[in-house]
């Protein structure tokens, strides 16, 4: 099974999983660590026994700033641990595609993810008049 780590900078990866599981309801393999936060201060401690605990499993960590200090991190650790998968800018809408999603293989997976996400990012004035605009040249 697939393992899904948000980790992020403060509360961010709590309110999101926590949103997540209020959609989906409890979800087993979602895991989210809150760096520099108290409870997690040591967070790359965390980040190294949460790999070294699931190192016969992939894991997708979803980072929230492409460079930042966490996903920097992470990024460090690539080469130790074959079975991760950094994943940045995460959104309710990633989280989500990647947990039910059927694709076949795990990049393909983490590709359609990237893809749903970007997909859910919309400047809605303009997405609504389009769709004014094309409901109203129907008629």
């Known amino acids: 099974m697939v393992q899904v780590l948000i980790c992020t900078h403060e509360e961010m990866a709590v309110g999101v999983k926590k949103t997540a599981e209020f959609i989906m309801g409890p979800q087993k393999n979602l895991h989210a660590i809150a ?3 108290d409870e ?3 967070y790359q401690k965390m980040i190294a026994e949460f790999l070294a605990k699931h190192s016969s499993e992939p894991v997708v960590v979803l980072t929230d700033i492409l460079g930042g200090s966490v996903n920097t991190t992470l990024g460090k650790m690539l080469d130790q641990y074959q079975n991760l998968h950094i994943i940045s800018g995460v ?3 990633m989280i989500v ?3 039910l999603s059927n694709e076949k293989t795990l990049d393909g997976t983490i590709q ?3 893809a749903e996400a970007k997909n859910g990012i919309q400047y809605v ?3 609504l008049t389009k769709q004014t605009s ?3 040249d129907d008629f």
Request: aromatic share 4%.
């Open 91 to 93: 959104n309710l809408p």
């Open 35 to 37: 760096a520099y936060t």
């Open 134 to 136: 094309s409901l109203s």
């Open 97 to 99: 595609q990647l947990l």
């Open 40 to 42: 997690h201060l040591d």
């Open 125 to 127: 004035n303009q997405t």
């Open 112 to 114: 359609k993810t990237i």
